[in-house]
């Protein structure tokens, strides 16, 4: 049998592939494709070791699967697995590979969703299937959860599932999901980040209102110019670095990791994390960026309404003071809406969970240092925090030093190592039968 051979028969690494092959790509509101057929892939290969599933859809297609693994003491608050079917699209003009192909080249996965997120759920479900066929039994009950539209808001996926469905997280108190757990390089030392954290989310459309008329005219209440204004005032705006519970400990241990010292700026500090700094800077601080903007119809005729959207993230407890700054900004000419509202969640970096993720990190990787982290971005935690459950980013994976893996995250060519999938399953596995 060749090496490549090899690690094609590797459970999570075929699980991992024949899961990218399926196109599961969220265009956006009521346009996605591949989720049921993603969920039925998943179903089988729980049912195939003895777990039932039940599959629930908000609307046709858009399917969500729960199954739960039952532990020895079921009195022991259960721990969540939990993540999400669907992908971004990929434009295959752009690609190297065919985004849906899953090649196998250089040792790395090629593919739409390799990390974000099928590799993720390969991991998980290979660890549930070695635990069962080994004859192993968890401590406490796993809860696996599968969503729909994770990158499209969740309305059709955890929102969903946490407003119609909450009985099926019953008696869960942790949960692990996407976005944490991948290693980066700190002065030559390798460390952990475990997400213990996310920034909140406000999406705001604007909008303005003029005076509609024929282009040749001379035009004072022009309502695209008011707005271009006003989110020009959006993108020259500074927001001050600012840290909370999260940053302040990761600040304070990567500055024992890169001996920097006490009166180092956070922002030296975040980028003495390497690759890692492309998460942790914007942790630093509130986040505002114009991504859409619409203001006309046809060349020569001056509109009469223009709007855009705005994409806020926000550190934990300072919603309404973002909120106010923005209005602020552009003035009270222009109407702000609120179009997607999800708070923005704080663990502390403590407990039993967070201490068997250490041990069983550093039982796999002895040099491993575990640190806490803000996620900039939102996942399915955020939703499932209303439910009060402790949501924690960990798909353990041992990178190599020079791979910029946060870049990856919906980009172009997207891959995993092989290797780095292995040993997170292999974490995986271990942290559920110890814990």
Known sequence: MTLENAIEETDVVHLARSLIRIDSSNYGPGKAEGEATAADFVRSNLEEVGLKCDVFEAVPGRSNLVARFPGKDPSLPALLL???LDVVPADPDEWSVDPFGAELRDGLIWGR???DMKGTDAMILASVKDMIRSGHQPARDVVLAFFADEESGCSLGSGWMVKEHPALFSGVGNAISEVGGFSVDIAGKRAYLLQTGEKGVLWVRLTAEGTPGHGSQIH???AVVKLAKAVGRIGDAQWPVQLGNTTQELMRRVKLLADLGQDTDARIIAAATGFGSRFIAPSLQNVANVTIFNGGYKENVVPGRATAMIDIRYLPG??????ERIEELVGSEIRVDIES?????ENDFDGDLVRAIADTLRHHDPEA???PYLFPGGTDNKLLSQLGIRGFGFAPLRLPADLDFPSLFHGVDERIPVDSLVFGQRVLTDLLRNY
């Open 318 to 323: 300072q919603r309404d003071s973002v909120l």
């Open 341 to 345: 509202d999800l708070d923005a969640l």
């Open 369 to 371: 240092e575990l640190l």
């Open 113 to 115: 969703g390799a990390v």
């Open 82 to 84: 939990h993540g999400h």
């Open 220 to 222: 004072s209440n022009n």
